[in-house]
């Protein structure tokens, strides 16, 4: 028979939860407002014609894969920060992330650098028609000015999640969506430059972003006493750990477009069906990435502060939180899964086709929960190895399945969202579960 719970340990798990709500809600709200920049230039262009929509399309695919693949600038800072600040060694903990500010502006300049020369090379790949190869490369080119100030923002936010404070990312986001949809607006139509107007506008408008940023950790580091310039063995360390979560990220994305190389022999309509179910799948994602967020700076804290209980009750209160999260979203799947169609397609065939990936995508929420805020506490208590090599476990589990059911789209979304999920949550399951492994993470 189970304990009886006590006065202290309901009081305890109460608190746990309401630090996962304050860090998890604004979270949420910042990750939703990140893909309306790319819906409002998308939404502004499209008034331009096909031609640049296209380009912009192309452009953006290249710039997306970029910046998601280094995410890990703002997922390798917020357990350094939260450790050290756990620790009591606020100093530690904005220099932190300053190193990891430095880290991203360096890795923005090289890789601005290196991908001037390579954008029309890069555009060319995708065969488009010479017409919007061109306006592409004009807008990837352009864009790339504001790489190394996305990145620092990425990084920045990282730090300031670290420091325990969401709120601040929410407001940057929403002042510097709006600020883009004006901008890009006046440039577009009001100068006439067309599609260079929208990259050059959001470039603005990223520059400004980061320089609001800097600003912060400019007044975080003289407040704590933390140095500006860039510790040798920070900036290692974050790149050493950001290593391993680049290779994560990218075991990420290789199932996904394995997932859309699937779908696409399965005919247009399979693909269009496919491509309708991860854009449902990655937005009921945002909302589950911010329990795992909540995790990454609350267990990082909890292992800072020496205190192993605290980092389990936040483990168990965030797996449950996650699986009931997955529940409700995927009744409200399942609840809209036979009007979702005329939202997206005009096809009948898709319509048809997409309430059973609906249905599938609705029965593995609850695992995809599970998953997600697991993947957020590994991060939190800095296990990017491990992450990294489970990322090619479940690789070597789900490219032969996705190969063996994928013949129909009800097997190909069978194999990703049960099977895929699935198999990533035994592999973070067994870590995150078992025995000793907070005393690990305490030692490492």
């Known amino acids: 028979m189970p304990r009886p719970t006590t006065t202290a340990e309901r009081a305890e798990r109460r608190s746990v939860d309401r630090d996962v709500v304050r860090l998890a809600v604004p979270a949420l709200g910042a990750l939703v407002v990140e893909p309306l920049f790319l819906l409002t230039d998308t939404a502004l262009v ?35 920060v939260a450790r050290a600040l756990g620790g009591g060694d606020r100093r530690g903990a904005v220099h932190a992330g300053i190193d990891g500010m430095w880290l991203a502006l360096a890795l923005g300049v090289v890789l601005a650098l290196v991908g001037w020369p390579l954008a029309g090379p890069l555009v060319d790949l995708f065969g488009a028609s010479p017409e919007v190869s061109a306006a592409a490369t004009a807008y990837l080119t352009l864009s790339l000015v504001g790489l190394p100030g996305i990145l620092v923002v990425t990084a920045s936010t990282g730090l300031l999640r670290g420091l325990q404070d969401t709120r601040t990312p929410l407001v940057v986001a929403t002042v510097g969506f709006v600020a883009n949809g004006l901008l890009n607006a006046v ?33 975080a580091a003289r407040a704590s006493g933390a140095p500006l310039r860039p510790g040798a063995s920070g900036v290692v360390r974050a790149l050493c750990s950001g290593a391993w979560l680049f290779l994560r990220t990218v075991s990420l994305r290789v199932a996904m477009l394995a997932t859309v190389a699937t779908a696409s022999g399965l005919g247009t309509t399979g693909l269009a069906t496919t491509q309708v179910g991860l854009t449902v799948f990655s937005t009921l994602a945002f909302a589950l990435d911010a329990l795992a967020i909540a995790g990454q700076a609350l267990v990082g804290h909890g292992l800072g502060a020496r205190d192993p209980a605290r980092v389990r009750l936040v483990t168990r209160r965030l797996v449950v939180l996650g699986i009931l999260g997955g529940v409700l979203l995927g009744v409200v799947v399942v609840a809209v899964s036979g009007v979702l169609g005329p939202v997206f397609s005009d096809s009948a065939a ?16 609850p ?65 995150a579960h078992r025995p000793g492994w907070v005393g690990q993470a305490l030692a490492r």
Do not use: C, K
């Not at 139509?189 to 800097?214: I, K």
């Not at 898709?350 to 929420?365: D, K, T, W």
């Not at 590994?378 to 994928?406: E, F, K, M, S, T």
């Open 350 to 365: 898709v319509r048809s086709a997409l309430p059973v990936v609906l249905v599938l995508i609705a029965v593995g929420m």
């Open 46 to 80: 499209g008034h331009l014609g096909a031609t640049a929509l296209a380009a912009v399309g192309l452009a953006s695919v290249v710039l997306q894969t970029v910046t998601g693949l280094l995410v890990f600038l703002a997922y390798a800072t917020t357990p350094a």
């Open 367 to 431: 695992v995809a929960g599970y998953v997600f805020v697991l993947d957020g506490v590994l991060i939190g208590a800095g296990d990017a190895r491990y992450l990294a090599l489970a990322g090619v476990v479940n690789l070597v589990v789900y490219l032969p399945l996705l190969w063996w059911l994928g013949g129909s789209l009800a097997g190909l979304w069978a194999a990703f969202a049960l099977g895929y999920i699935g198999v990533r949550a035994v592999t973070l399951g067994v870590r």
């Open 187 to 219: 440039l577009i139509y009001g100068v006439g430059w067309g599609v260079e107007g929208s990259a050059a506008g959001t470039v603005v408008v990223q520059w400004a972003m980061a320089a609001v940023y800097v600003v912060i950790a400019v007044r």
